[in-house]
């Protein structure tokens, strides 16, 4: 299984950006998705997850109405919408996958995570 996530770069405060996550070497489709970050000389943190099927979405309450996790099976891709950025998002962003049989599953936990991607830096200037 291969994760090669994409669309980091530096943007301005209040701006907007799109991170793509895209799969390889499993069905797609039978794994939950999720985005962390990890800032410099933090923990690396939840951000964002979807369902197998977009059923069911979370965000960290900083994320919740400036960004938006979507998937769309056909490409093998997960997306992560990001607006209103704030200096404070600036972290690298990693894609996960979490195996799961269930349609209600989602991953927020690192715990959880079955295959982790490589990691895109975001930077927000201020």
């Known amino acids: 299984v291969q994760l090669q996530a994409f669309g980091g770069g530096l943007v301005q405060a209040g701006g907007s950006l799109r991170l793509s996550c895209a799969a390889s070497?499993?069905?797609?489709?039978?794994?939950?998705m999720g985005w962390f970050r990890q800032a410099p000389g933090k923990e690396r943190e939840f951000v964002a997850t979807i369902s197998r099927t977009s059923m069911i979405t979370y965000y960290r309450d900083s994320a919740q109405g400036r960004f938006t996790i979507s998937r769309d099976n056909a490409k093998n891709t997960v997306y992560l919408q990001m607006s209103s950025v704030k200096p404070e998002d600036t972290a690298v962003y990693y894609c996960?996958?979490?195996?799961?049989?269930?349609?209600?599953?989602?991953?927020?936990?690192?715990?959880?995570?079955?295959?982790w991607g490589q990691g895109t830096q975001v930077t927000v200037s201020s």
């Open positions: 996960a996958e979490r195996r799961s049989p269930s349609l209600r599953v989602v991953v927020r936990s690192g715990d959880d995570v079955h295959y």
């Open positions: 070497g499993s069905i797609f489709s039978n794994f939950a």
